[in-house]
């Protein structure tokens, strides 16, 4: 799944420059919490967990994906990280 950022300002390595966290509060949240609901979904349609759902940068360590600084750049700036987020798919799936 993909999830990403709005319009409005660069990456420079692992940093966004001009980004607005204030401003963008709301699409963030929207998309946050889409990506937990669909996981969620996809967690039960294919029996996995949420301790098996990675980011592309975590995929990238463990070679299995390209190495991308992706989401652990981005949710900083709303205060989550890749453990909240399967922390909040853990709950969706009542476990």
Known sequence: MVMVEPPGHRSVGNRLVDYDSIRNA???KSVYE???SLAVVLSRMYNFNHENIISHNEGGRQGI????QDVEHW?????VSM???R????KGLGL
């Open 75 to 79: 949710f900083p700036y709303h205060n």
């Open 83 to 85: 453990d909240t987020m």
């Open 65 to 68: 994906a390209a190495h991308s």
């Open 87 to 90: 922390e909040e798919v853990r």
């Open 26 to 28: 709301a699409f963030f």
């Open 34 to 36: 889409r990506t937990i």
